[in-house]
């Protein structure tokens, strides 16, 4: 069985559902520490000012420190999912799918979750579905019990929980996962190369590294296949 480990992030590039795609089963690292300045609340769109971001507020004051993904809250005193809204009508209502996905967004940024997790991870698999990948399952890592130990150890402790045989890792993993562990543990491996063809964009020069909104919004149902 594939397995992917990866903390759960706000529409993510193509890459992160390029991973999703490749995985028997996907497991969103949420019981790990928050990394402030991350992809966990933000991601960025074309526009034809150049690249903006999209930032989910969040309780933060020091009450983001040391906290795992999965208790970090909302901050709904800013109107941040209706801005996000209208910056995406903005940017992208001259793509020629736009439209179709408009019924989708309004109750994407109509929920009021209050924590950051329950948000970003239901996206993410609204929009893996709507790729059309219905073959891979999901879990959170905060749902299996009995994993307490650190790094490589805690990811090799997942994937035996969870039976898996082999492992798909993003390439910045390189600098810290213990490659002998995984072959001591009879746990394949492999590091994902993202070698993505190009595809239409409205707003020149071409930028690879946007949100996945962006693919969907100029292609389509054509978009897994520039995901190969």
């Known amino acids: 069985m594939?397995?992917?480990?990866?903390?759960?992030?706000?529409?993510?590039?193509?890459?992160?559902?390029?991973q999703i795609r490749r995985a028997d089963l996907f497991i969103f690292y949420d019981d790990v520490q928050y990394d402030k300045h991350g992809w966990r609340n933000r991601n960025q769109i074309k526009t034809a000012q150049g690249k903006q971001w999209l930032t989910i507020p969040v309780h933060s004051k020091g009450v983001t420190e040391g906290i795992p993904i999965r208790e970090v809250r909302i901050d709904w005193s800013?109107?941040?999912?209706?801005?996000?809204l209208k910056a995406l009508t903005?940017?992208?209502?001259?793509t020629p799918f736009f439209a179709s996905h408009v019924p989708w967004l309004d109750s994407v940024y109509g929920r009021r979750d209050e924590f950051l997790a329950d948000f970003t991870?239901?996206?993410?698999?609204e929009i893996t579905r709507r790729l059309g990948n219905s073959h891979t399952q999901f879990l959170r890592s905060s749902e299996i019990p009995g994993i307490n130990g650190q790094?490589?150890?805690?990811l090799i402790q997942i994937l035996q929980h969870v039976g898996a045989s082999h492992y798909i890792s993003g390439p910045s993993a390189r600098e810290y996962v213990e490659d002998d562990k995984f072959t001591n543990a009879g746990i394949?491996?492999?590091?994902?190369?993202?070698?993505?063809?190009?595809?239409?964009?409205?707003?020149?020069p071409y930028d690879p590294y946007v949100t996945i909104l962006d693919l969907m919004f100029m292609t389509g149902e054509e978009a897994r296949k520039y995901m190969e």
């Open 188 to 204: 394949s491996m492999e590091y994902m190369e993202y070698n993505y063809p190009e595809y239409p964009q409205l707003y020149p």
């Open 151 to 154: 790094k490589t150890d805690r």
């Open 78 to 84: 800013r109107p941040w999912a209706a801005n996000h």
């Open 90 to 94: 903005y940017a992208y209502t001259r």
């Open 2 to 18: 594939n397995v992917v480990i990866l903390q759960p992030s706000y529409i993510p590039w193509r890459g992160y559902f390029d």
């Open 121 to 125: 991870i239901w996206s993410t698999v």
